[in-house]
């Protein structure tokens, strides 16, 4: 008798588990200048775009038989261009993505070995073996990657769980509420929406769910909305722990030191004092940012397999692994405290493939096909303000590079 989960819960954790990953780690130090309450806000306004951007995919999916890929729903509605611009799109975020991994797996173990020995690894060597361990299950085989993903999400949620709610106990409100400083300041939202928005980045799974599930927009319209709010409820929580226990003030210190993953653990280590939480809340960063890069590199493998027409045999993947992984493991090694600016550049090319093309999409659906069934809700209205926000986001990142928007220090 094969056990399997009911359609719903099924949808809901795939969305929930494409959803969250080491992205998070980068909201507290994202969010430092706005703090908490603004922070907040901005968590509930990106968690409702990319729910109806995500609902916008469903509809426009709906007019297409059930195993269409986003690509082809693309290159079908806005013709080869778009299709060639919205895979450059989601190969840059995937590089980007791996870049901040490789960055961020390498500042983890060079925080928890000084924490823990007194000494402290090499920088690149440590990146370099946290990749190369990684890099080996991709390309032995995806099953290996399937495998040993589970034993790390197990992890990941036991670390979690164990390091949120410890947190949580040394919580201080006059932290969390910044009540011997300002409490926060509107003008640094705006460098912080791409960063956002990356944290619930789960569109290209929408295809996947009408292949799936089938036609069936109810279901997998509340796997969307189920898994959007898990992916919500966990990234308040931690944004919660981590305000309440490490000072507005204190951050300033974890960017300039380059704002990488174990910069905010070590920040977290002083503010919080116990070594079974450091311990806890080093091991989820660590199992976060893995599962990430596997789940972020197996798609950019597959990907530039069919790009440049690799075999699947031994030489053919190797051919893929170079292509795939050389570029960000040298950039993580010689740039090794890109995590947070990397992160933000993800969000960039996201407004575009995950806000402005579902966009353009669902105008053009609607004009070219008949009512499916399920219409998105927001009416005429959702089109418009999809387009309005993705470019809003990437006008507000351009604008953050360019020093045109201040940075929190």
């Known amino acids: 008798m094969n056990f399997r989960l009911p359609p719903v819960l099924g949808g809901s954790t795939l969305v929930a588990g494409t959803a969250i990953g080491a992205g998070m780690l980068a909201l507290p130090m994202a ?4 703090w908490f309450f603004w922070s907040i806000g901005l968590m509930l306004l990106s968690w409702l775009v990319m729910l109806r951007s995500s609902q916008a995919l469903l509809e426009v999916s709906l007019h297409f038989e059930p195993g269409h890929s ?49 000494s402290v690894p090499s920088r690149p060597l440590a990146s370099l073996a946290f990749a190369l361990l990684l890099t080996f299950f991709i390309w032995w085989s995806s099953k290996a990657v399937d495998r040993f993903s589970i034993l790390l999400v197990g992890g990941m949620v036991i670390t979690y769980l164990f390091s949120i709610s410890g947190m949580m106990t040394h919580l201080r409100p006059d932290v969390l509420t910044d009540s011997r400083g300002t409490g926060g300041e509107m003008i640094f939202l705006w460098g912080a929406v791409s960063t956002y928005l990356t944290s619930f980045c789960f569109h290209a799974s929408v295809p996947s769910l009408v292949k799936y599930m089938g036609k069936e927009p109810r279901t997998i319209n509340a796997s969307l909305r189920y898994g959007t709010i898990v992916a919500l409820v966990c990234y308040i929580s931690w944004l919660t722990a981590a305000d309440g226990n490490i000072s507005r003030e204190d951050f300033k210190a974890v960017i300039a030191a380059g704002g990488n993953v174990g910069d905010l653990m070590g920040a977290a280590g002083e503010s919080i004092g116990s070594f079974f939480i450091l311990r806890m809340l080093e091991s989820f960063s660590l199992l976060a940012v893995a599962t990430s890069f596997l789940g972020a590199g197996l798609g950019l493998f597959d990907y530039m397999a069919d ?42 090319a996201s407004a575009f493939w995950a806000v402005i093309v579902p966009a353009l999409l669902l105008a053009a659906g609607r004009k070219k096909f ?21 470019c809003f986001v990437a006008i507000c990142h351009t604008l953050f590079v360019f020093n045109l928007l201040p940075m929190y220090r």
Not at 31 to 34: R, V
Not at 79 to 107: E, K
């Open 70 to 118: 986003f690509h082809t729903i693309v290159r079908e509605l806005l013709g080869p261009r778009w299709s060639l611009a919205n895979g450059c799109a989601v190969a840059f975020v995937l590089y980007t993505l791996i870049y901040a991994y490789v960055s961020g797996g390498g500042s983890i173990i060079e925080q928890s070995f000084n924490s823990i020995t007194g």
């Open 307 to 348: 790009l440049c027409k690799f075999d699947d045999s031994r030489s053919g993947r190797s051919k893929t692994l170079l292509v795939t992984f050389a570029p960000p493991i040298v950039g993580g090694i010689i740039w090794p405290d890109g995590f947070l600016p990397a992160i933000g550049w993800a969000g960039l």
């Open 31 to 34: 969010s430092a200048g706005m």
């Open 370 to 390: 008949a009512s499916s069934g399920y219409v998105t809700p927001g009416g005429r209205l959702t089109a418009p303000m999809l387009l309005l926000y993705g």
